[in-house]
C-alpha cells in the first residue's frame, strides 16, 4: 500500500501535528537557561510520561461502545456527573488558557515586526488587538476556509523550519551547551507536558482506523516521537546560539515581559543577519497562527455545544464575546504571561489527560470488570504512577506561581 494511502501513516502525522504548536517557542523560553541536556532530559520524561497518559485514555476510549464519543461522554460514563463536569471545565480552561497565551505571543510579534516596518512604536497591546482583529474573526467562517489558510502557514512553519536548520547550524556555539541551572527545570515541567498533548484526537482516530488496537499504537507511539524530534532539534539551535546570561541570554529572555518578540530580537543582534532573523520571526508567527487556529476552532465549536448557542449572525457574534473576552483580559493585564499561561495549560492537561483517563481505567477495569480490547501494561502500580505524576504537575505550576520554586 502507498505510504500517502496508509491511514497509521496519516494518522501519526495527526498526532505529531496536533502536539506541535506553540509550545515550540515556549520550550527554549521555559527550558533554555536549565541547559541543554537538562532541557533534553525533561523532554524525553515528559515524551514517555505523555504517551503513557495517551494510552490510558485510548484504553478508556474502547472501553465506550459509542465509536465517537469524546473526553466528556466517556467521563460521564465512567465517572458519573461529576467526573463530566470536571471534564467540561477543564477543557474550556485549557483552551483559554492556551488562547490566551497565544494573543499575548501573537500581539508581541505583530507589534515588533509592525514597529520595525513602519519605524515606529507600536505596544504589545496594540499588537495584541491587532492579531485578534485580523485572525480571531475568520474562525466564524466555514472551516473550510480556516483548513485552506492553516495549509499554507503549515508549508510556511515547515519551510522556515528547514531554512533554519539549514542556515543557523553552522552559528551554533559549542561552549554554550556546557552551561545552564538545571533548578529551572521544575518550574518548566507543566509547560514541557502540554508541548506533548494530542490526547484531544484520540476519540476522531479511533473512529477513524475503526477502533484497530495494533495501527491505533502505532500511530500515537511514532506521532508522539514527531514532536520529540522537532523539540530536540529545536532546543539544539536556540541553545547553541543564545548565550546563558547577558542582554540577550536565555536568562534574561525567559524572564523578559515579552519572551516571544525577545527570542527573534535577541536572534537578530547575535546572528547580525536580518534575513535569519526574519526567518525566525516568520516561523515563530507560523508555530502560533497554526495552533491559534485549532484552539479557536475547538473553543469556538466547544461553547457552541456546550452552551446550545445557534451559529446565526446574533449567535457567532456572541461567541465571539464569550471565546476571546477572559483570554483578552489575561494577555492584557498580564503582558509578560506567554509563559505563565502555557503552564496553568499544563495542570489543566494533567486533569484531563492524566487523573481523568487513570482515574476511568481504575473504574472500568476494578468496578466494573469491562471485557477490554486493550490495557496498559503494569496494572494499579503504573495508574498509581500516572495519577501521582499528574498531581506533580499540578504542584510544579503552584509551587512556581507561589515563588516556592526558582523562576526565570
Known amino acids: 500500500m502507498k505510504i500517502y494511502r496508509n491511514k497509521t501513516f496519516g494518522s501519526a502525522l495527526l498526532v505529531g501535528g496536533t502536539s506541535i504548536g506553540a509550545g515550540m517557542l515556549a520550550l527554549p523560553l521555559a ?15 515528559a515524551f514517555a510520561f505523555m504517551l503513557l497518559s495517551v494510552f490510558f485514555l485510548l ?4 472501553m465506550s461502545d459509542k465509536v465517537n464519543a469524546n473526553l466528556i461522554t466517556i467521563c460521564k460514563e465512567r465517572l458519573g456527573s461529576v467526573g463530566e463536569f470536571v471534564a467540561w471545565l477543564s477543557f474550556l480552561m485549557l483552551l483559554y488558557a ?3 497565551a497565544y494573543l499575548s505571543g501573537g500581539g508581541s510579534l505583530i507589534a515588533d515586526v509592525l514597529g520595525a516596518g513602519l519605524k515606529t512604536e507600536i505596544s504589545p497591546n496594540m499588537g495584541i488587538f491587532i492579531f485578534l482583529a485580523v485572525f480571531g474573526f475568520i474562525v466564524v467562517f466555514e472551516t473550510k476556509a480556516v483548513d485552506a489558510i492553516n495549509r499554507i502557514c503549515m508549508a510556511g512553519l515547515i519551510g522556515t523550519f528547514v531554512f533554519l536548520l539549514i542556515f543557523v547550524t553552522p552559528h551554533v556555539d559549542v561552549d554554550h551547551y556546557r552551561g545552564g541551572k538545571p533548578q529551572y527545570l521544575w518550574a518548566a515541567v507543566p509547560v514541557v507536558v502540554l508541548s506533548f498533548t494530542s490526547h484531544i484526537i484520540v476519540p476522531s482516530l479511533r473512529s477513524y482506523l475503526s477502533g484497530d488496537v495494533a495501527s491505533l499504537k502505532k500511530a500515537f507511539l511514532f506521532g508522539s516521537l514527531i514532536p520529540l524530534v522537532f523539540y530536540l532539534v529545536w532546543e539544539f539551535l536556540i541553545i547553541g546560539l543564545l548565550p546563558l546570561t547577558g542582554k540577550h541570554g536565555l536568562e534574561t529572555i525567559g524572564g523578559g515581559t515579552h519572551p516571544v518578540a525577545g527570542l527573534t530580537d535577541a536572534l537578530n543582534a547575535i546572528l547580525g543577519i536580518p534575513w535569519v532573523a526574519i526567518l525566525v520571526g516568520l516561523f515563530s508567527f507560523f508555530a502560533l497562527l497554526t495552533s491559534f ?3 479557536a476552532l475547538s473553543l469556538y465549536d466547544f461553547l457552541a455545544d456546550g452552551f446550545k448557542i445557534k451559529k446565526t449572525i446574533k449567535g457567532r457574534a456572541i461567541l465571539l464575546v464569550f471565546m476571546f473576552t477572559p483570554p483578552l483580559l489575561f494577555a ?3 503582558p509578560s504571561g506567554f509563559v505563565l499561561a502555557l503552564g496553568y495549560a ?9 487523573i481523568l483517563p487513570a482515574l476511568m481505567v481504575w473504574h472500568g477495569r476494578y468496578k466494573e470488570q469491562k471485557e477490554e480490547r486493550f490495557r496498559v501494561f503494569g496494572g494499579k502500580v503504573t ?10 504537575i499540578i504542584f510544579f505550576q503552584i509551587a512556581a506561581t507561589q515563588g516556592w520554586l526558582p523562576t526565570l
Open 31 to 45: 527550558t533554555g537557561a536549565a541547559g541543554f541536556w537538562g532541557s533534553s532530559l525533561l523532554l524525553c520524561i
Open 59 to 62: 484504553e478508556a476510549t474502547l
Open 98 to 100: 492556551v488562547a490566551a
Open 293 to 295: 487556529f485549532g484552539v
Open 332 to 334: 492584557l493585564f498580564y
Open 346 to 354: 499544563g495542570v489543566f492537561v494533567a486533569i484531563l489527560y492524566g
Open 383 to 392: 495508574l498509581t504512577l500516572m495519577l501521582a505524576g499528574s498531581l506533580a
